[in-house]
């Protein structure tokens, strides 16, 4: 299972609860910065990005899908690194 990071920048007006619905949809998760998610799942990343596309605005909305990587550092809870930490081995 390899880990994504998505982060996105809403500027439209639609509705995103198709695209947080399909976030929550993989098979493991992880949200705790307002516009950035951690993804677990089998896909590759253009696989993630075509599952979220059809709930984006391409006049007003911006994602990032990107493989996060071992080398990491930050200032989040103790719970947000147990959930790295598991999904993410170093």
Do not use: C
């Amino acid at each position: 299972m390899k880990v994504y990071i998505v982060s996105y920048q809403l500027g439209s007006k639609k509705s995103h609860l198709g695209l947080f619905e399909q976030l929550r949809a993989s098979p493991a998760w992880w949200h705790y910065l307002d516009s950035t998610w951690l993804i677990a799942t089998q896909e590759n990343a253009n696989q993630l990005y075509r599952r979220l596309k059809p709930h984006l605005d391409e006049q007003g909305d911006n994602i990032l899908v990107i493989q996060a990587g071992a080398d990491r550092q930050g200032w989040l809870p103790k719970k947000a690194w147990e959930w790295i930490d598991q999904n993410l081995p170093r």
